[in-house]
């Protein structure tokens, strides 16, 4: 299961969008965790990562309590990328 982030409505913006991955090899890119915010039933995550870039998460609180994360933890992260549809 990857923890992935939650569809802002449209003109929201963010640095970057990446989801925690499971498991390492599952990902590209190493993150740190620089801050945590609540927003609600979901926990919004500050990244800074292995590349130097900035990104931006949201995580089901289940899902952040379950994991047990907080800043300065290093996590596997990879990008969030949009379905790709067909006609």
């Keep these: 299961m990857f923890w992935r982030m939650i569809r802002l ?6 640095p970057a969008a990446v989801e ?5 090899r599952h990902a590209s890119l190493e993150g740190v965790i ?3 915010r609540l927003r609600g039933v ?9 590349d130097g870039s ?23 992260v990879r990008p969030l990328t949009a379905p790709a549809f067909s006609a």
């Design 54 to 76: 900035s990104a931006t998460t949201l995580i089901d609180i289940r899902d952040w309590n379950w994991l047990e994360l907080d800043a300065g933890d290093v996590v596997p």
């Design 42 to 50: 979901s926990v919004e995550v500050d990244l800074l990562l292995s």
């Design 9 to 14: 409505p449209a003109g929201v913006v963010h």
């Design 20 to 24: 925690i991955a499971p498991h390492p």
């Design 34 to 36: 620089e801050q945590v």
